[in-house]
């Protein structure tokens, strides 16, 4: 078994310094390689339906195609300093705290309605770039997998990241004021999860964990958002997401079935490292960056504030009962189980698990139809 520090480099989850020793590479190169190590996989067994719980799912991909030029209104103009004043109380969280020897302690509206923006820019860029992950993980996952119908259905994720990066991509461009390079941590576990030979990996990393944890922060976004365009992108978007954190839970359902306990735990493992860059993630320490603060000094008020400590874990409702639908809970007697427990995230392990309520996702009819002129 490994230690915490194999795993995530650190032995304290909550070490601050080596949190920010970890810092988003400048982006002057407009590309990056990573290496994908995993050899393409052809199947000669075409017998389509073989797996009914994914063949529902390709189906039901195929007529919820939505198209991100037609079906949201870009004419829409959007305040982005009026988006941020109405999300005030939700971007900071710290309305109930005695600020007045941190910081922020000389901040009057103005700053607060700037940090407002930064965070919808640097939200929606890490979006923009957790969906380039997806489209390039679903991509492997078509040449990886060996069972017909998870490449059938992995091709329709292909098309639905697609318009995924593409809608927040032009949101970014067209309606906001500036982009944020990939977050480290969130480009610590891209590369983890890419790099990885074993086609399984692919799925726990990006459908499990990463798309698990896009479901939890669209839906949240969604449900606080008074910005129309966005409310409807992220609709759109978390149709899709949900139906993608599905083909995760029901693919690795039967494939976890044959592990043994030492294959279970490497499994285990990846999960406890990818929540922990997610969690390590949310730390936003670029936008503090970008507002002349110091991270350091920033993070310990955050991690002290019991409304970001909430969001924070909010994020896991997904996340933690697909894992123990998984078993990744339980096996080698609760191991992942007491990692979560250190989190703060163990108590959603009962909420509903994204295979059976993917389906209450759903567009329906006339979302599907409304096209704009
Ligand atoms: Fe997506
Ligand atoms: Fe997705």
Not at 264 to 281: G, I, N, P, W, Y
Not at 316 to 343: A, H, M, S, Y
């Amino acid at each position: 078994m490994s230690t915490t520090e194999d795993i995530i480099g650190r032995a304290d989850i909550n070490d601050l310094e080596a949190i920010l020793s970890v810092s988003a590479a400048d982006q002057a190169e407009t590309i990056k390689a990573v290496k994908d190590n995993a050899d393409a996989i052809f199947t000669w067994d075409y017998e389509k339906g073989a797996r009914p719980a994914l063949n529902k799912l390709y189906e039901k991909a195929k007529v919820s195609m939505w198209n991100g030029e037609t079906d949201l209104d870009w004419s829409i103009e959007v305040d982005q300093e009026e988006v941020a004043r109405n999300n005030q109380a939700l971007a900071s969280g710290f309305d109930d705290m005695d600020l007045s020897h941190t910081p922020f302690a000389k901040w009057e509206e103005k700053e607060w309605v700037n940090l407002g923006m930064e965070f919808q820019n640097w939200s929606l860029s890490q979006f923009m770039h957790g969906e380039q992950g997806a489209l390039i993980c679903t991509a492997k996952i078509v040449e990886t997998v060996p069972w017909i119908d998870a490449k059938y259905y992995a091709s329709t994720q292909v098309m639905d990241e697609a318009r995924h990066v593409e809608v927040f991509a032009r949101y970014l461009d067209t309606k906001l004021n500036g982009h944020y390079p990939l977050n480290a941590h969130l480009g610590l576990l891209l590369d983890d999860i890419i790099e990885d030979a074993r086609w399984d990996m692919t799925y726990l990393g990006m459908q499990i964990m990463v798309e698990g944890l896009a479901l939890a922060a669209f839906g949240f976004m969604h449900q606080m958002s008074t910005e129309p365009l966005l409310k409807k992108l992220l609709r759109y978007v978390m149709s899709d997401e949900a139906r993608h954190v599905a083909f995760g839970v029901l693919s690795l359902k039967e494939y976890y079935a044959d592990l043994t306990d030492a294959e279970m735990m490497e499994r285990q493992e990846f999960a406890f490292e990818a929540a922990v860059r997610m969690r390590d993630r949310f730390m936003q320490q670029e936008v503090w960056e970008r507002m002349g603060l110091k991270p350091k000094e920033v993070l310990p008020l955050l991690m002290n504030n019991p409304n970001r400590m909430l969001f924070q874990q909010m994020l896991f409702t997904k996340i933690v009962p697909n894992c123990k639908k998984l078993g990744l809970l339980d096996r080698n007697d609760g191991w992942l189980r007491q990692r979560f427990q250190e989190l703060g995230v163990i108590d959603f392990e009962h909420l509903t698990d994204t295979s059976d309520e993917y389906e209450a996702f759903a567009l329906n009819d006339q979302e599907l139809g409304t096209q704009v002129a």
